[in-house]
């Protein structure tokens, strides 16, 4: 009955799929793996998105004209949100990989290696950000 659905039907469901459901919604037909792909590419550059609106909020802090209490909160708030969107967008891409979605050879390797960074408790995105060189001394 599922694949019997029109594409603006699909669109609509597909899009409030969570992502750790999405990729099994894939299997029902060719129009749900098209849409799946679609919105599989929409959600990682949404969490790329994010990670760089996230960072951009930290921009002040590294002026250092902050309180050191509330440096050490925002500090960890931010890192624990910027950890959070990268799990979630890795989950994303290896799902993307694994199932064929990524035909070109560029987002393959960069998917690849994000991967296998984060595999060896690497920072796949390069997002080790110090806030300020002076707030790395002992």
């Given amino acids: 009955m599922l694949d019997r659905l029109p594409v603006e039907i699909v669109e609509r469901i597909v899009a409030k799929i969570p992502d750790t459901d999405l990729i099994a919604a894939s299997k029902v037909d060719s129009v749900w793996w098209q849409e799946v ?7 990682w550059k949404n969490y790329a998105t994010t990670i760089g609106h996230v960072q951009a909020l930290g921009k002040p802090f590294e002026k250092g004209n902050i309180d050191w209490i ?13 950890d959070r969107l990268t799990e979630d967008q890795l989950y994303i891409i290896e799902k993307m990989l694994r199932n064929g979605m990524v035909v070109d050879p560029q987002e393959r390797e960069t998917i690849e290696h994000a991967l296998s960074k984060q595999r060896w408790g690497g920072d796949p995105w ?8 002076w707030t790395q001394q002992e």
């Fill in 37 to 43: 792909r679609q919105e599989v590419y929409k959600r």
């Fill in 70 to 82: 509330s440096f050490e909160d925002v500090n960890d708030f931010y890192k624990r949100w910027i």
């Fill in 126 to 133: 390069g997002l080790n950000w110090e806030w300020n060189k």
